[in-house]
C-alpha cells in the first residue's frame, strides 16, 4: 500500500538558517508527490510538487524540494529561514482518487 | 470569493445532536473532498466526490453522511457523534479525481467538537 513517511515530528531552526524537511514515500509506480504547509488555524496551502522531469522543484514561499527516486526521497529545502516560515508542513503522495498525507512535522523558528 | 470556504469555522455539539458542514469552492473543479485532521495522526480521507458523484467512501461511520448538490457544494451531515470524532474537518477539490496528479485546494477547516 503507497504511504508516506515524515521521520521528525518537530523541528526548531534558528532564523536565517537553513531547512530540510525529510519525506519518504512508497509507491510502486512513478509517485506525484507534494509538499503542503499548514498554519495555525488554517487549511492546507501547496508548496510545490512533483509530476516528472527536472528532480528539483521549485515552490513558493523560497522553498524546494528534491525527488531522490533510489532513496525513495523527496526532501524540502529552504536556504534561510524566516520567523513566518513556523507552521507544520505535510508532504503526500497523490494515489488514484485522492492524496495521502504524511503525519506532518512541526517547524518552529527561534530568533 | 475565490477558492474553497467551509462554514462554519468552529463547531461545539452535543453526542445527540444533528448539525452540518458545508464546503462552497469557486474554482470551477469537478471534484471535492473530506479529509479529517486529527491530532498527532495523519490527514484521513473521508469522502470523494466526482460531478455530484460519491467515488469513494472510505470505511467512514455511518454516523458521518455526506451530500454533494452540485459540483460547487459539498455537506458533511453529523449525527449521534462520539467525543473521539472531534477534530478539523477539511474540504478540498481539485479539478478531476482518477488521475494521479491530484493537486488539491484546501478549505480553512472547521474545528468540531463533540461534547
Not at chain 2, 453522511?65 to 459539498?74: D, G, I, R, V
Request: with cysteine.
Amino acid at each position: 500500500a503507497q504511504s508516506v513517511t515524515q521521520p521528525d515530528i518537530h523541528i526548531t531552526v534558528s532564523e536565517g538558517a537553513s531547512l530540510e524537511l525529510r519525506c519518504n514515500y512508497s509507491y510502486g509506480a512513478t509517485p506525484y508527490l507534494f509538499w503542503y504547509v499548514q498554519s495555525p488555524g488554517q487549511g492546507l496551502q501547496l508548496l510545490l510538487k512533483y509530476f516528472s522531469g527536472d528532480t528539483l522543484v521549485q515552490g513558493i514561499k523560497g522553498f524546494e524540494a528534491e525527488f531522490k527516486r533510489s532513496q525513495s526521497s523527496f526532501n524540502l529545502r529552504k536556504p534561510s529561514v524566516h520567523w513566518s516560515d513556523a507552521a507544520e508542513y505535510f508532504c503526500a503522495v497523490g494515489r488514484g482518487t485522492a492524496l495521502i498525507f504524511g503525519k506532518g512535522t512541526t517547524l518552529s523558528v527561534s530568533s | 470569493e475565490t477558492g474553497v470556504t467551509q462554514t462554519p469555522r468552529h463547531l461545539v455539539m452535543g453526542m445527540t445532536n444533528k448539525k452540518s458542514l458545508k464546503c462552497e469552492q469557486h474554482l470551477g473543479h469537478n471534484a471535492m473532498y473530506w479529509y479529517k485532521q486529527s491530532a498527532k495522526k495523519p490527514l484521513e480521507l473521508m469522502f470523494v466526490y466526482s460531478l455530484e458523484e460519491r467515488v469513494e467512501n472510505n470505511s467512514v461511520p455511518s454516523r458521518f453522511s455526506p451530500e454533494c448538490p452540485n459540483s460547487s457544494h459539498l455537506f458533511l451531515h453529523l449525527h449521534t457523534l462520539q467525543p473521539e470524532d472531534s477534530a478539523l474537518y477539511l474540504c478540498a477539490s481539485s479539478q478531476e479525481v482518477g488521475v494521479v496528479s491530484t493537486e488539491a485546494f484546501f478549505g480553512q477547516g472547521t474545528r468540531l467538537t463533540v461534547v
